[in-house]
């Protein structure tokens, strides 16, 4: 199988680790081995310090896999397989899909979400939100885009990028769709419990209906991203056994320090999520401050969850000449929406870094010389 490229990690691969200011990351700033293991009760250090670096179960060690099971509410340690997301999503899409086959997918993706399906040689649909600044994914458009043919429902709540999150009523009207036409439903949760308001949070789909994989991880929520671990919660056992045996081939297990790493953060779960919701809210109101003293430049309408917000940029010139503009006279690294074939008027902000404010007090200073 061929792959396309991976725009949005490829642009990332640029500039991600040479330029000085990141105001485009999905991910919140990463937590430190120090501040994990400050969070460790004495059972858990034990743990770390008696770490052994031989394989490790396929599935995920059971002490990961029942902590990863304590986070719903119908999940037990054997509906849970621990790999990478990206592994995850790869090897679901390998063992579900067969050329030809229909696939509706929540747009704009991050990509992997879709284009390895679309490399399978399936038909992909893309369930887009409603125009305007506000982002809203109405079911009726997802009624309208079923077929008898469409075999899989991918959807992304809270969205990367545009921030959105449906009300547990609009979340379970998508599950019914989905359950009447009989289509399975990959959920990625990647963003899951990063919820502005406490309020708003939804349940995991993998709890509420049994044709469906949900998939979370270490990255987002949690502030770990470079443990490179996650995880797949399902009832479809079936599909289980098909993707731990594809992971022979690939991984075949997870990596020792990071299974410990994440088990102490699913055990202390509020000290990982709590701080980068804090951080998240702070710099989004920040940023619509930002936006009103900018309003002939950027339209942004307030998000409720997630750490990403898709922000439209009233230019002539395409959202990426913009960025690369900005990256090369400031350093401030903006994703464009053309990485995410979403047209190009729209950048990506992302909310979850400490340094936020003083990124925004470059970008102003570029605007005020420039008049932009
Ligand atoms: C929606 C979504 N799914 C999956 C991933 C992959 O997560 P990870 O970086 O932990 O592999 C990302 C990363 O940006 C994402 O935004």
């Not at 485009?24 to 770390?48: F, H, P, Q, V």
């Not at 990063?194 to 949070?201: A, C, E, K, T």
Request: aromatic share 12%.
């Amino acid at each position: 199988m061929k792959i396309e490229s991976f725009k949005l990690e490829r642009y990332f691969a640029e500039y991600e680790f040479s330029t000085k200011y990141l105001l485009s990351s999905s991910d919140c700033d990463g937590y430190s081995l120090e501040y994990i293991l400050n969070c460790a009760d004495t059972n858990e250090l034990k743990l770390w310090h008696e770490l052994k670096f031989g394989y490790t179960d396929s599935a995920g060690s059971l002490f990961l896999r029942e902590a990863i099971s304590a986070q719903y509410q119908n999940i037990s340690e054997n509906d849970v397989l621990v790999m990478s997301p990206g592994e995850a999503n790869f090897i679901l899409m390998n063992v579900v899909l067969n050329e030809g086959d229909e696939v509706i997918c929540t747009g704009p993706a991050y990509q992997s979400l879709y284009q390895i399906a679309k490399d399978l040689g399936c038909n992909i649909k893309f369930w887009y939100p409603a125009s305007g600044t506000t982002y809203f994914y109405d079911t009726s458009d997802l009624k309208r885009l079923i077929t008898k043919r469409t075999k899989l429902l991918i959807i992304n709540f809270p969205h990367n990028p545009t921030g959105f999150i449906p009300s547990e009523s609009e979340l379970n009207e998508i599950i019914n769709i989905a359950r009447i036409n009989n289509i399975l439903l990959f959920s990625d949760e990647m963003y899951h419990q990063l919820v502005h308001d406490r309020n708003s949070n939804i349940p995991s789909v993998c709890d509420l209906y049994e044709n469906s994989v949900s998939l979370w991880g270490m990255a987002k929520s949690f502030g770990l991203a470079g443990l490179r671990l996650g995880w797949i919660a399902t009832k479809r056992h079936d599909l289980i056994e098909k993707i731990v045996s594809f992971k022979d081939y690939l991984t075949i297990c997870n990596n020792a320090a990071g299974e410990v790493l994440s088990y102490i953060a699913l055990k202390h779960k509020e000290k990982f999520i709590e701080p980068n919701i804090e951080k998240i809210v702070r710099n989004k109101h920040i940023f619509m401050n930002f936006v009103n003293h900018n309003s002939d430049l950027l339209e942004f309408s307030e998000t409720k969850a997630g750490s990403t917000a898709l922000v439209k940029l009233k230019i002539h010139c395409s959202a990426y000449k913009y960025s690369e503009k900005l990256v090369k006279e400031t350093g401030i690294m903006l994703v464009p929406s053309e990485m995410f074939e979403y047209g190009d008027k729209h950048v990506r902000i992302g909310f979850g870094r400490e340094n936020f404010p003083e990124i925004l007090n470059v970008w102003q200073k570029l605007i005020n010389d420039q008049c932009y």
